[in-house]
């Protein structure tokens, strides 16, 4: 463009750019190219001082361009921006050269060749610049609603958050009762609260709240639309039984003839084919299990619903499919255990007294199948030496090279409670000890005072004796440097690491997310949007983002709701403008794009042309690429702009 005058700030960002880069040479090197006004160098540009000398060279040098040399655009492009249009200048009319990640972070050791590479990308970046055009950002309206998927303790807290400051919160769950994990552990560590008397309060507040319709036994089907407004289909399960009418009386239940695994119990204890998750359930109404009941009439069995006073039992209870919109979602999927039956050398699955910490958690509740007694599996007698092992199935190579987090500190915490409850002798093999959080370390050393053996090194192998179930646990004390071996030990205790559920895998489908290698929902940035989703208005809280503990959980919860009620609140929002834009003249209509925009954000339209929606589009210009009649443009990013950033390079280096 002839007319472009165009301003470059080089940033020294401390020493961490120039301390590398010659800082004089880049100055020089593009003082005099085409279009450019002025050349400026500054410590820190991002500083107020460093925008305020961006406003004053834009005033007094007429610019209409800007190019930042500096650090990665993920950083400071917003500020940038901010500080054009305080000027009043359009936002979309600045580049941004990254010589921080992209050269002296990682040329440090050739300062020379550093110089050179930053002097090839300042000159790129100068010459799109010139081509650079002002763009509008269009606005959207935003539904004053949340979706919260997943109920245990994050979903609770953020759907808690989002309905007292008087947002519209939808809160499903895949499971018959709200709670999540937290309402199935015992204990909290490091102060070894009860659980329950901090969660249910939560649960019951959530259960009726005026603000917050809470849908069970549900999962999320089909999500469509785009930030402020998404169409969500959600597919709701029989219960066979109307929450409304149910009184929880039990009735049913007592007369029930079926006894099946109890999931809740970590299937140490039996249900009946009709029954209530927990006590403290909600909502607490029971639910029929189709899979196991014995018939749905008087002629095979039928008889819950002749003791059922309030006939709140509906054999005919069918799928539900309920449509809400909303205008931001937060995921909340929480976490599995990791199935220790993958590590083939620990027996578990195969030797009785071998179990995994969730199994631990609920003998140790006084309400749990057995009464808060931890016993072997194979007899029910509280065994005299317990063993834990660490790390079964996390800093694994073979099965998840991530650390869970809070095996370490639950392990401690169940030993501490077993000590002190009994006389049996508890010995932890540990890796390395992680108590990282408030309190966690003098937790640690007062367990280890109160007399559990803690034993660094691997356990190589489980044996079983046949007649007494009794095992010998082999491995190493890595600290004396020799083998060990515990005989005669009754319960071996596996510390299972955790895992991203299916639900998880199947909600990132439906929402379009993306995913870590560790199978957890990927956020926007770890330091700097750790509760963000690439999806602009979705959001991600707790363990569907990672490992971490109750607190940490919390806190996330609370930071995603923020996010949400900080977009809702505004009632509006502006998208930016780096959507794909069709040239209708020239689109055939052959649906290539369609089929491989990854956001779903391209339909025909009435005339059978390609359509670009602008709150879906991200502008990753996939459709650019393969329109064959050259049909689909991207907005900042033009065929042309980057054709005369590679025609610079070209120019210098004319040996490539």
Not at 536 to 557: C, L, R
Request: aromatic share 6%; hydrophobic share 40%; charged share 25%.
């Amino acid at each position: 463009m002839p007319d472009r005058r165009i301003g470059v700030f080089l940033c020294h960002c401390g020493s961490n750019i120039a301390g590398v880069i010659d800082m004089q040479k880049l100055s020089d090197a593009v003082r005099d190219l085409p279009n450019v006004e002025f050349v400026s160098d500054y410590k820190y540009v991002c500083s107020k001082p460093g925008q305020q000398t961006i406003k004053d060279s834009i005033k007094k040098h007429k610019l209409n361009g800007i190019v930042i040399a500096s650090c990665s655009p993920r950083m400071h492009e917003p500020t940038f921006r901010q500080t054009l249009r305080e000027i009043g200048l359009n936002p979309f009319l600045l580049e941004i050269a990254n010589i921080r990640e992209h050269v002296s972070w990682i040329h440090a050791d050739d300062p020379i060749a550093a110089t050179e590479k930053a002097t090839d990308l300042l000159r790129m970046a100068i010459a799109r610049a010139r081509l650079l055009e002002p763009l509008i950002e269009p606005e959207v309206s935003i539904e004053r609603s949340t979706l919260v998927i997943g109920g245990g303790i994050a979903g609770i807290s953020a759907a808690l958050d989002l309905a007292n400051a008087g947002f519209k919160v939808y809160l499903i769950e895949k499971e018959p009762s709200i709670g999540g994990m937290m309402s199935r552990w015992d204990k909290t560590f490091p102060t070894l609260d009860c659980s329950s008397c901090i969660l249910t309060p939560r649960m019951a507040e959530a259960g009726n709240h005026e603000n917050i319709t809470l849908l069970t036994m549900a999962e999320v089907k089909e999500v469509d639309g785009f930030v402020g407004n998404f169409k969500v289909k959600i597919r709701q399960k029989p219960r066979y039984v109307d929450i409304e009418k149910c009184t929880s009386c039990g009735d049913c239940s007592d007369i029930c003839p079926v006894d099946v695994p109890a999931e809740f119990e970590a299937n140490l204890s039996y249900r009946k084919a009709i029954y209530i998750p927990f006590a403290q359930a909600v909502p607490s109404a029971y639910i029929l299990d189709m899979e196991n009941c014995l018939g749905v009439d008087a002629v095979r069995c039928g008889k819950c619903t002749t003791v059922c006073e309030a006939q709140a039992i509906n054999y005919d209870d069918h799928d539900k499919i309920i449509e809400i919109k909303v205008g931001t979602i937060i995921v909340a999927t929480g976490f599995a255990l990791f199935d220790a039956a993958e590590k083939l050398e620990y027996g578990y699955g195969v030797y009785p007294n071998v179990v995994n910490l969730g199994e631990i958690e609920r003998m140790l509740n006084s309400a749990g199948p057995t009464q808060g007694h931890v016993v072997r599996p194979s007899d029910l007698k509280e065994p005299d030496k317990i063993v834990y092992i660490q790390c079964v199935g996390s800093r694994d190579e073979l099965t998840n090279k991530y650390c869970s987090r809070i095996c370490c500190m639950t392990a401690i915490k169940q030993a501490r409670m077993i000590v002190d409850k009994t006389d049996a002798k508890v010995y932890i093999f540990y890796i390395d000890l992680r108590t990282f959080g408030k309190g966690y370390e003098e937790f640690y050393e007062s367990t280890a005072e109160a007399g559990v053996t803690f034993i660094r090194g691997r356990v190589g192998e489980i044996i079983q004796d046949d007649e007494t179930n009794t095992l010998t646990v082999r491995g190493e004390d890595t600290l004396l440097g020799k083998p060990i071996q515990l005989d005669d030990v009754g319960l071996v205790v596996l510390s299972t690491g955790v895992v991203a559920p299916e639900s998880t895998k199947k909600v990132a489908k439906a929402l379009n997310l993306s995913l870590s290698p560790d199978g957890f929902l990927l956020e926007a940035h770890p330091k700097l949007r750790p509760v963000d989703s690439f999806n602009d208005g979705i959001f991600v809280a707790g363990m569907a983002q990672g490992p971490k503990d109750i607190p940490d959980t919390v806190a996330q919860a609370k930071a995603a709701a923020a996010g949400a009620m900080a977009l809702m609140g505004r009632g509006k929002i502006s998208i930016e403008p780096y959507y794909s834009v069709v040239d209708e003249e020239k689109c055939a209509g052959c649906q290539v794009c369609i089929s491989v925009c990854p956001y779903n954000a391209i339909a025909l339209n009435e005339r059978g042309r390609a359509e670009v929606n602008p709150a879906l589009c991200k502008g990753c210009g996939t459709c650019t690429s393969t329109c064959a009649s050259s049909a689909i443009s991207s907005q900042h990013y033009t065929d042309g702009q980057i054709a005369a950033m590679i025609k610079e390079y070209l120019s210098v280096h004319k040996e490539v």
